[in-house]
């Protein structure tokens, strides 16, 4: 392990002193991948603040009720393939192998999550279509396509994000959000109508994103190429370069129950509010008032996207004191830009949300502070579960997430709050803040 390590930092000092940089920095990464992904995280509020605009609040409804069945299912079992695909390529990359990774357990495990899925949803039509859909089988076919096609845009995100091509990955989400955007504006100047046209950009949104995916072939530097020629004459390394089913298997499952649990976060109290609310329009109130974080977690796959790779090379070369600086470094971030946002909603919050959604619901301004703040701990969270990735500490940091989004449904379940978005927001807080101080614990036992 010592001579990989030291073969390493000499390849890195002699790039240094050739005036190359082998592996971009988790810095350059995270700015790189902002430009795409805060561009990303715009363009899917405006897809949704259309959609209100162009569709009466009962078809906004399963429009927003589509979304989020369509990204708990593949957040939660896809994003272990990316996960998985991100800290694997990245370890062997920080060892000094540039070529050869791992794919065929990533893809055995990706192929029998897409068919454990369409197994699933095939049995379950009715419920799905006549209960959560409202009889419509368009948006049922939609739901199922959009999954499956998902599967493949995951994975092209583990695979660009463990090479550090961030330039590429920040396309792919870009291309991903434009192209459904596009779907609800064509209903807005009449080239289409209804619910169907719009929801048909949440299927064809993971089609077009991968046309960014042949450009890395295009784009191999020089100093990669010598390193990958010089990669032939090694043996791998054994232990942490191999990566078999078994491995790839538990790893995958503990970052599948943190997507179920983070995806309860953002979703839950959506469903809830529609099972339990006198009126049905309510669960659209709550998911607008939830998209104050989906946008900046939209925004922090930027980080998140270079901050796991990065913190795996770190490890794999032992260097933790630079691992502690940048998680450090997040999490004071995250504080400032959070108390920013909620002081910027306790002061026009109201007449941003009046602007941007067409409903009769009245926001007020101190619960959409308390959704910001629950953000701000939230993505600590996250950079926090990164760290915990990064250790090979998966069982830990999803028992912690577990515990947060158990104690987050059992809030929207009882009857503690009468007002349902009331009860969403405070509850998003608690739930937040208690998940970040479980996984801060995993972090300074780690």
Not at 81 to 109: K, M
Not at 125 to 141: E, H, I, V
Not at 417 to 443: P, Q, S, W
């Amino acid at each position: 392990m010592f001579r990989n390590v030291a073969e390493g930092e000499r390849e890195e000092r002699a790039a240094r002193l050739a005036g190359e940089t082998p592996y971009p920095g988790y810095g350059r990464g995270a700015r790189i991948l902002s430009v795409g992904i805060a561009t990303t995280g715009l363009v899917t509020f405006a897809y949704f603040s259309v959609a209100s605009h162009v569709l009466g609040d009962a078809d906004y409804k399963r429009i927003s009720l589509l979304w989020s069945v369509l990204f708990v299912t593949v957040s939660v079992i896809y994003r272990p393939i990316e996960q998985l695909l991100s800290r694997t390529i990245a370890d062997r990359r920080a060892r000094g192998h540039e070529h050869d990774h791992p794919l065929r357990v990533p893809l055995l495990i990706q192929g029998g999550f897409a068919l454990a899925f369409a197994l699933v949803a095939l049995a379950l039509r009715a419920p799905l279509q006549d209960g959560l859909l409202d009889g419509s089988a368009a948006l049922y076919w939609i739901l199922v396509v959009a999954v499956l096609a998902y599967a493949a845009s995951y994975f092209a995100r583990g695979w660009l994000a463990g090479h550090q091509w961030f330039g590429l990955y920040g396309g792919l989400v870009f291309l991903e959000a434009t192209s459904r955007l596009l779907f609800a504006l064509a209903v807005a100047v009449g080239i289409a109508e209804g619910q169907t046209a719009v929801a048909l950009g949440m299927a064809a949104a993971p089609f077009v994103s991968l046309m960014v995916v042949p450009l890395a072939f295009f784009r191999r530097p020089a100093a990669c190429e010598r390193r990958r020629r010089a990669d032939t004459q090694r043996t791998a390394s054994a232990g942490t370069g191999d990566l078999t089913v078994a491995r790839g298997g538990r790893f995958a499952v503990a970052v599948l129950a943190i997507m179920l649990a983070e995806q309860t976060l953002l979703n839950a109290a959506v469903l809830t509010s529609d099972l339990t609310a006198e009126d049905a329009v309510v669960a659209g109130f709550v998911f607008n008032v939830l998209l104050i974080a989906r946008a900046p977690l939209q925004l922090f796959q930027a980080v998140q996207g270079s901050l796991l790779p990065h913190l795996a090379g770190l490890e794999a070369r032992a260097v933790r004191a630079e691992a502690d600086r940048a998680v450090r470094v997040t999490v004071i971030a995250i504080a400032g830009f959070a108390l920013a946002v909620a002081a910027g909603l306790l002061a026009l919050g109201p007449w941003a949300m009046d602007v941007l959604f067409d409903d009769a619901e009245t926001y007020g301004r101190w619960g959409l502070a308390l959704v910001a703040l629950g953000m701000g701990f939230h993505l600590t969270a996250g950079t926090l579960n990164q760290a915990a990735l990064a250790r090979d500490d998966a069982a830990r940091a999803a028992a912690a997430w577990t515990v947060a989004a158990v104690a987050f449904v059992g809030w929207l379940v009882a009857p503690v709050i009468d007002d349902e978005l009331l009860r969403a927001e405070v509850g998003y807080l608690g739930a937040a803040a208690l998940l970040a101080g479980l996984l801060a614990l995993v972090y300074r036992r780690a």
